[in-house]
């Protein structure tokens, strides 16, 4: 398995969000089949035969709760990348090439540190792709685990 995951020095804001996003899924998720794990927790690809780290995912799925399941997950609905400068291309590309290859993927929210957006994509009925973008203001509908994200609220304490 190859470790695709690119090297970065993330920030405060970074980080900021990233803890924001876990906290909010975590209360959110509370008493349902569903986890979430943050970065460092392996989520392996194996049509891509490569690991990654996620910034923060979930998963609802059965299996990723056994036994051999403790050191990497393979079957997430959502994944969540905090986008930094140095790896923002990735993410967006040939990161999200791989994911898709993750048939239990519903969702990949991509969100900017340096200003309040998002960009949600969501796979449709067809398997394709639909972009969801969210700024200032708006709530982020994460149809994949059942919840709601504030946008505002993952930018607390983050100096823009």
Not at 16 to 35: D, E, F, H, M, Q
Request: charged share 30%; hydrophobic share 40%; net charge negative.
């Amino acid at each position: 398995m190859k470790d695709l995951t690119p090297v970065f020095f993330p920030t405060d804001a970074h980080y900021t969000i990233l803890l924001n996003t876990a906290t909010s899924l975590k209360v959110a998720l509370a008493g349902k089949p569903c986890r979430a794990f943050l970065s460092g927790m392996k989520l392996r690809v194996d049509r891509a035969d490569a690991v990654f780290y996620p910034d923060v995912f979930v998963t609802c799925d059965p299996r990723d709760r056994q036994p051999e399941a403790s050191l990497a997950k393979q079957h997430p609905a959502l994944i969540i990348e905090v986008l930094s400068d140095s790896t923002a291309a990735f993410d967006r590309g040939r990161k999200f090439e791989h994911y898709q290859q993750i048939d239990t993927l519903q969702e990949y929210l991509l969100i900017e540190q340096d200003r309040k957006h998002a960009d949600l994509f969501r796979k449709n009925r067809e398997g394709l792709w639909v972009l969801h973008p969210a700024g200032e203001g708006d709530v982020v509908r994460l149809e994949s685990v059942g919840t709601e994200l504030v946008l505002e609220g993952l930018y607390e304490d983050v100096e823009l």
